[in-house]
């Protein structure tokens, strides 16, 4: 079965700090990660893909097959990037099963 | 992202009543997925759909219904048989590819009377 997990429901930086929001997932095949965010009252949008291997943001992840990790990571935490985050996980033979991890509720302090 | 569309913005139910949230996607998407958000609960799937006339029941299908009989529009009922209604619920669609993301509406806010 696809799980996804996210250990930290909470997690306060201070500006200007490294940031990392963990993700952990157990699926048997080949994973699809995501990263998804959302702001105050704005509405759930895809923040990164492990496919794409980019930067957005100044927020980059890597897909960690050995420890079945997807670690979301920025050097410098900025105010605005308070929000709620969450790991998903794409499986299937056309990525038709999708889960969501429980969120990590980022609070970056000035 | 601007091709989904949830409506209304802020909805509110009766006792006994059933009532329906709209989700209508123009991004030719063929997989919809709807979700309640309850505060730190994250998200959990109610209804899902892959193809026109075909949908699954996901973790918390009690209490609600769907219908799938266009391919742009996934509307769902939330029925009086839910005893808990009160929620944040999101309407989501995706291509069929493998590796593509899900797209998210804005959101149905229903409360109860």
């Known amino acids: 079965a696809q799980r996804v997990t996210q250990p930290e429901k909470l997690l306060s930086v201070f500006k200007g700090a490294p940031v990392e929001l963990k993700c952990n997932y157990s699926y048997s095949g080949s994973p699809e990660l995501f990263w998804y965010v959302q702001y105050s009252r704005q509405r759930l949008q895809l923040l990164l893909r492990?496919?794409s291997r980019e930067s957005i943001k100044g927020f980059t992840a890597d897909l960690n097959k050995g420890e079945t990790s997807f670690h979301l990571k920025k050097p410098f935490a900025q105010e605005e990037d308070s929000a709620m985050y969450y790991c998903?996980?794409?499986?299937?033979?056309?990525?038709?099963?999708?889960?969501f991890g429980p969120g990590t509720r980022l609070s970056v302090l000035p | 992202d601007g091709g989904i569309t949830q409506s209304p913005k802020y909805l509110f139910r009766k006792e006994g009543q059933n009532v329906t949230l709209s989700c209508e996607q123009n991004l030719n998407h063929d997989a919809m997925y709807w979700y309640r958000q309850d505060p730190g609960q994250g998200l959990r799937l109610i209804y899902y759909?892959?193809?026109?006339?075909?949908?699954q029941k996901g973790d918390i299908a009690e209490g609600y219904s769907v219908s799938r009989e266009k391919k742009e529009s996934f509307p769902l009922t939330v029925t009086s048989a839910q005893k808990n209604p009160t929620a944040f619920y999101l309407c989501?669609?995706?291509?069929?590819?493998?590796?593509?993301?899900?797209?998210f509406g804005d959101g149905t806010r229903l409360s109860i009377l």
């Open positions: 759909s892959q193809i026109v006339n075909d949908f």
């Open positions: 998903a996980l794409s499986g299937g033979n056309y990525g038709q099963n999708f889960v």
């Open positions: 989501a669609s995706r291509s069929a590819n493998r590796g593509q993301p899900q797209h």
């Open positions: 492990h496919i």
